[in-house]
């Protein structure tokens, strides 16, 4: 399923995509917040998104993600990069092992491809703080160091 999103906003920065996952899921089912949401979002040579698309919906405490789904549309529409986002409704943002091994999955499928994953952002989407600021909790693979684009 597409999502949304502007195609004139440079992605560069773990925040930026963080934000675009907080804000789908706001407008998603108040039943589907509670599962996990599994999105792509491919981008352009110049950072800029080609696409934003939830490439699966899961459980509550997992969601299923295969290569071939991941980069079906990657492909067909040239990206010269992803970028994997997904949510943990529990509100824990660290990785689990299975979050883990879907990255090196990913990442490894996308050198085949010559489709790099750039980052792989874990987001809370129950926002905390203010509701005119609220603070947006994430882990990024990228920002850790994980990985290397």
């Excluded at 963080?18 to 706001?26: C, K």
């Excluded at 290569?67 to 529409?77: G, K, M, N, S, T």
């Amino acid at each position: 399923m597409l999502v949304k999103y502007p195609k004139s906003k440079k992605v560069n920065s773990p925040e930026i995509v963080a934000e675009a996952m907080t804000q789908y899921m706001a407008t998603a089912e108040e039943f589907d917040r509670m599962k996990e949401h599994f999105m792509v979002m491919g981008l352009s040579s110049a950072s800029k998104p080609i696409y934003l698309e939830v490439s699966s919906m899961g459980t509550m405490t997992a969601s299923l993600a295969h290569p071939r789904e991941v980069f079906r549309r990657a492909v067909h529409q040239s990206c010269a990069s992803i970028i994997l986002i997904h949510n943990h409704p529990s509100g824990e943002i660290n990785p689990s092992a299975e979050d883990r091994a879907i990255t090196l999955q990913m990442t490894e499928a996308g050198k085949l491809l010559g489709i790099p994953v750039l980052d792989h952002v874990i987001v809370n989407t129950e926002p905390e703080g203010d509701l005119f600021e609220p603070k947006i909790r994430f882990y990024s693979f990228a920002k850790e160091g994980l990985i290397k684009p």
